[in-house]
């Protein structure tokens, strides 16, 4: 009860965040970007994360950072970017040969890169993810299970200098639940996360308005919010969710491309459909359903950051 009583003083804190500002922008694809560059080898359990210590590939993973920071300094938004933590749960870095600390070092290399952007309107957010894979909801953890396995990262995350946490691509309505219970301890306010499909359900089946709620339920309204990601904004069936459920939507960081995750993922190299599809569909989410948190995930770029900005800042 007290860590509750804790976390929902700090939600209040960080409301002002989205309620002075009816727009911030976030990320496009960072990791998409650093794989097509031949010079640069991504970790195969920790993708772009050990970047971090090499001074080549951390040049180009913080250059990628400060074109999304440039683009909201030149339109006058507020921007999130997230420190390069989403696979250093704990039994990943074990595995890894990588330094214990990089969780932290992740953290100190994004504040770094937002001292040196100059620009004070930078939220930095940690990222965490499902155990297994993202797109495949069978295997996902239980509630139980992921409050114990995803306990250890969010600790680490806790006391590191945040503004928030994200549990992104999250694939099932259980584990979502055990990781925010993980970050609720953390004491650091959090955002729920989910990928979902063209029908707008979590990949698990479940609704997205329903997961919304069965969440907060569960949660006593804990998240400072929910949001998609990793899935095209077509898929967010608004119209079929509640007004109150949609108040809970915050933010959708999403893909350029409206195919099915199983072809994307068949797929060696990008695909992007229309820029302006892309952009007037998350427009439409803005101004019409109140997402506030807009960015890009698989297949985007800066290109697709303007377009939002020209629309959104007009």
Request: aromatic share 8%; proline share 4%; net charge negative.
């Amino acid at each position: 009860m007290i860590v509750h009583l804790v976390i929902l003083s700090q939600i209040k804190y960080m409301l002002p965040l989205f309620s002075e500002y009816s727009f911030v922008l976030s990320e496009a694809a960072i990791c998409e970007r650093l794989r097509g560059n031949n010079s640069i080898n991504l970790h195969p359990t920790l993708f772009n994360s050990p970047l971090i210590y090499e001074e080549y590939a951390a040049e180009i993973l913080a250059g990628i950072t400060h074109e999304y920071i440039d683009i909201a300094r030149e339109f006058g938004v507020p921007v999130a970017i997230a420190a390069p933590t989403w696979r250093l749960d704990v039994e990943r870095v074990a595995a890894a040969d990588v330094p214990v600390s990089i969780n932290q070092d992740a953290v100190d290399f994004v504040k770094k890169v937002k001292r040196d952007s100059g620009y004070q309107d930078v939220y930095l957010f940690g990222l965490m993810a499902p155990k297994n894979d993202c797109y495949n909801p069978s295997v996902a953890l239980s509630a139980e299970e992921a409050m114990l396995f995803h306990a250890g990262q969010a600790n680490q995350l806790a006391d590191s200098g945040l503004d928030f946490l994200l549990a992104q691509t999250m694939p099932s309505v259980r584990e979502a639940e055990g990781i925010a219970r993980a970050m609720i301890a953390s004491e650091l306010p959090f955002i729920i996360s989910f990928c979902i499909n063209s029908e707008g359900q979590v990949l698990d089946g479940t609704p997205l308005n329903d997961a919304i709620n069965i969440l907060d339920q569960k949660l006593n309204g804990a998240p400072l919010g929910y949001a998609v990601n990793c899935s095209h904004p077509t898929f967010v069936k608004a119209d079929a969710m509640s007004k109150a459920t949609l108040a809970r939507l915050v933010g959708i960081c999403a893909n350029a491309s409206a195919k099915d995750h199983n072809v994307l993922e068949q797929t060696k190299q990008t695909i992007a459909d229309d820029i302006d599809v892309w952009a007037d569909s998350m427009v439409m989410l803005h101004e019409t359903y109140g997402v506030k948190i807009l960015g890009g995930c698989c297949g985007t770029t800066d290109h697709h950051l303007r377009a939002l900005c020209e629309r959104i800042c007009k």
